[in-house]
């Protein structure tokens, strides 16, 4: 059975940080690829960060580039999102994604399995 659990969600001043967990099953996990996207109450979801399956390459959107960082631990199927700076519009529904390419891939349709979210919730 396939499973992507997040987990470090909750709830932030603006300016705080948060840091969010995938912990996957091993067979997602050596597919490939990692995401993280978000989906913000009354819009659709989109990208925020991707990572290789060595680590090595990593992706951001323009709109969290310099304040999230995403790593992975390949010796314990988890994958990060370390979020600083925090403003209000980062207030979402996190989700993690695994993809089966070894492509540092940003669109949601080339991603295979996803979690079931994580509200992060930034006050102002």
């Known amino acids: 059975q396939v499973q992507l659990v997040e987990s470090g969600g909750g709830l932030v001043q603006a300016g705080g940080s948060l840091r969010l967990s995938c912990a996957a099953s091993e067979r997602t996990f050596s597919s490939g690829t990692m995401g993280w996207f978000r989906q913000a109450p009354g819009k659709e979801r989109e990208f925020v960060a991707a990572i290789s399956w060595s680590g090595r390459i990593t992706y951001y959107a323009e709109s969290v580039k310099g304040r999230f960082t995403i790593s992975r631990d390949n010796s314990k199927n988890t994958v990060y999102l370390e979020m600083n700076s925090l403003k209000p519009e980062d207030t979402a529904v996190y989700y993690c994604?695994?993809?089966?390419?070894?492509?540092?891939?940003?669109?949601?349709?080339?991603?295979?399995?996803w979690g079931q979210g994580t509200q992060v919730t930034v006050s102002s």
């Open positions: 994604a695994a993809s089966n390419t070894r492509l540092v891939v940003t669109t949601q349709r080339r991603y295979d399995y």
